[in-house]
């Protein structure tokens, strides 16, 4: 996770200036790389209208993690069944836990 400026974002990209169409290349570069961002009001052109270099945004990979899903839950609860991560997440619930997440369970408690 790596909190950056949308200056950042727009040089990456190689632009020169902030505006409404650089927000919606930065959101598309950002789904292409599987990367989430938040808080999500900083690349919606809708909410800022004078987007500037210096606002910042905080990027996540999504890639399955406990912190990704915790995030995608709550960023985008449409996509998600909110309920079950995070319940399952917070009491301990080994059915809320990915594949990979239940494989490193195992390896811990196989070494111990």
């Given at each position: 996770?790596?909190e950056?400026?949308?200056?950042?974002?727009?040089?990456?990209l190689?632009y020169?200036?902030?505006?409404?169409?650089?927000l919606?290349?930065?959101v598309k570069?950002l789904?292409?790389?599987e990367?989430?961002?938040?808080?999500?009001?900083?690349?919606?052109?809708?909410c800022?209208?004078?987007?500037r270099?210096?606002n910042?945004?905080?990027?996540y990979v999504?890639?399955n993690?406990?912190r990704?899903?915790?995030?995608d839950?709550i960023?985008?609860p449409?996509?998600a069944?909110?309920?079950?991560?995070?319940?399952?997440?917070?009491?301990?619930d080994l059915?809320?836990?990915?594949?990979?997440?239940?494989?490193?369970?195992?390896r811990e408690?196989v070494?111990?």
């Open positions: 996770m790596l950056t400026s949308l200056g950042q974002l727009r040089d990456e190689g020169k200036k902030l505006g409404k169409g650089i919606e290349q930065i570069a789904g292409k790389q990367l989430g961002y938040f808080p999500q009001w900083v690349l919606d052109a809708r800022n209208t004078e987007p270099q210096g910042k945004v905080w990027v999504r890639d993690s406990t990704a899903r915790v995030l839950a960023l985008c449409e996509q069944n909110v309920r079950s991560v995070l319940d399952g997440l917070v009491s301990g059915a809320a836990l990915t594949a990979e997440e239940k494989l490193k369970r195992i408690i070494n111990v």
